[in-house]
């Protein structure tokens, strides 16, 4: 078999149950081959050993089966880095890259000099901490996170970046570990709804529940995290949560409960809908 033909093959098996078959074939051909895109179409005509034919199939069967691509391949690109990923953390989307983002500008616009310090709160795959500390060289970020399997795909992806010195990890739920002021709290909780869990995409039912639901309304965690924050955020600092569109008005609510005298304000992600809501402690 060539690998053109690995490719097709794969596709077609791929194309009745998976929209995208055409980039998830190419993704795990080249998994299975151990190359990058251009490296495969420039050996379509070459030929491939029972081996590595075995080992497609395999990928694509695991795929078939409803495991997250991420998972099939051990890797996930996130704001132009590879992460490694595994069935312990959530697979960092797109839309997560709205909360790196509104973070990145925050910090550069806010006049903060010298140590930025920073809490990544369920850092997962450590993601969110590791994007920040490599955008931003005076950030040092304290990941946390409950599980354990959880932090070491963290661990693992610090050091995949050269980061270990600023991302520190530590096991707790949410701030409950960490002391000292903060100028940024960031964090993308579980917020879908407990009722919504089994509705969600065969895929996405395999990432850990821990880390997607939020309790019956979706802001269960979302509003412990606001609770901790006050009188933890710098005067000057502020927390970054990522929510679903429809969570804006109630995330403000809470946050003005909590948070007397706070601003609310959202950040919007590529679809123009709100994605990050920034909220910042009001005067003491």
Known sequence: MKVGEALSSARGRLAASVTSDAIEAEALVRHALGVDRAALYTSLNKHV??????????????????????????????????????????????????????????????????RVMMADVGTGSGAIAVALANELPNATVVGTDLSQGALRVADANRQRHGVSDRVH??????????????????????????????????????EPALALDGGSDGLRV????????????????????????????PVAEIAQRLMPGCRVSFADDLSKTPRVAVIRPGPR
């Open 49 to 114: 050993d029972t081996a590595v034919s075995r080992d497609v199939a395999s990928l694509v069967e695991r795929r078939l089966r409803g495991e997250p691509l991420a998972y099939v391949t051990g890797r996930r690109e996130f704001y132009s880095l590879e992460m490694g990923v595994n069935a312990d953390v959530l697979v960092p989307r797109q839309e997560t890259e709205t909360l790196v983002e509104s973070v990145i500008e925050f910090v550069e616009s806010s006049g903060i000099g010298g």
């Open 169 to 206: 990890l530590v096991r707790c739920d949410l701030l409950g570990g960490l002391g000292g002021a903060l100028d940024v709290i960031v964090s993308n909780p579980p917020y879908i709804a407990t009722g919504d869990m089994a509705s969600l995409p065969a895929d996405v039912r395999q």
């Open 222 to 249: 979302a509003e412990r995290l606001i609770r901790q924050a006050v009188g933890r955020l710098a005067p000057s600092g502020g927390l970054f949560v990522e929510i679903a569109p429809e969570q804006a008005r």
